[in-house]
Nanobody
Framework: QVQLVESGGGSVQAGGSLRLSCGAS????????MAWFRQTPGAQREGVAA????????YYTDPVKGRATISRDNASGTVTLQLNNLKVEDTAMYYC???????????????????WGQGTQVTVSS
């Protein structure tokens, strides 16, 4: 029943920042893991960041550690991804994703997210 829609993508020079937003329908508090993925043409979709329903733990994959911050506001149903010090290799379509909460460790596992937004394009130029 969760529906997702992303916004905030765009073109930015290397070293710049973007803030991506995801609006999630329905109640997500204590029920839904939220995450961001990204995908480039010809490549597999890869996890970027994930966050627990209670916001106490966030997970990041190595390419963005130290440069990305995921947050969520359960009252508004909004999940954000702050991307700093962007690199050309960050160029991708970024997707918001969700799955039912099972455990705090499962939120950080990427293989079974099953609900997706339409994506928002991030293009980083040198």
């Amino acid at each position: 029943q969760v529906q997702l829609v992303e916004s905030g993508g765009g073109s930015v020079q290397a070293g710049g920042s973007l803030r991506l937003s995801c609006g999630a329908s329905g109640s997500t508090a204590n029920s839904v893991c939220m995450a961001w993925f990204r995908q480039t043409p010809g490549a597999q979709r890869e996890g970027v960041a994930a966050i627990l329903p209670n916001r106490t733990i966030a997970y990041y994959t190595d390419p963005v550690k130290g440069r990305a911050t995921i947050s969520r506001d359960n009252a508004s149903g909004t999940v954000t991804l702050q991307l700093n010090n962007l690199k050309v290799e960050d160029t991708a379509m970024y997707y918001c994703a969700a799955k039912r909460y099972k455990s705090y460790t499962n939120c950080g596992r990427w293989y079974d997210y099953d609900t997706w937004g339409q994506g928002t394009q991030v293009t980083v130029s040198s």
